[in-house]
């Protein structure tokens, strides 16, 4: 489990406890309303993410220089997903580390990103050699 896991699990506690602490049962009912409700706001987005994934080609990308450009170290998989608007296609094994994932776009252009715990690592741009006059 990573840091930010964790000190999000002790937060949402010390929450819990501090608002039974202070209200009883009506404080507990309302933390508990938050936590339902701040999962459902993460759940509804990834739903969305995913109804527009669904709708393109696995593996495609409008420009894949465009996605190279506004990659950053530390998004997560599903901020890509988010940004390119379709599932990457999976160049590794099935649920092993790291996930590695490949875009392409209409020129052939690749992007290939590397995941490690879900959270992106590293990323190449591939694009293929132009003919020269």
């Known amino acids: 489990m990573n840091v930010t ?15 039974w ?12 309303g938050g936590i339902v409700m701040w999962v459902l706001l993460h759940f509804t987005r990834l739903v969305a993410v995913l ?9 495609h990308v409008a420009s894949a220089v465009m996605l ?11 901020h890509v997903i ?7 296609l999976l160049l590794t ?20 990103c590397t995941f490690v715990g879900g959270k992106l690592t590293e990323w190449t741009l591939v694009r293929p050699e132009q003919p020269k006059p």
């Open 93 to 112: 094994a099935k649920d092993t580390q790291p996930e590695v994932y490949a875009w392409t776009d209409d020129s052939q252009s690749v992007v290939t």
């Open 68 to 78: 190279h450009a506004r990659l950053q170290k530390g998004v997560s998989l599903m």
């Open 21 to 32: 602490l202070a209200f009883g049962w009506a404080g507990l009912a309302l933390a508990l």
């Open 5 to 19: 896991r964790l000190l999000t699990l002790t937060a949402l506690s010390v929450l819990t406890l501090g608002a």
């Open 51 to 59: 109804k527009k994934a669904a709708h393109r080609p696995i593996g």
């Open 82 to 88: 988010a940004m390119t608007r379709a599932l990457g």
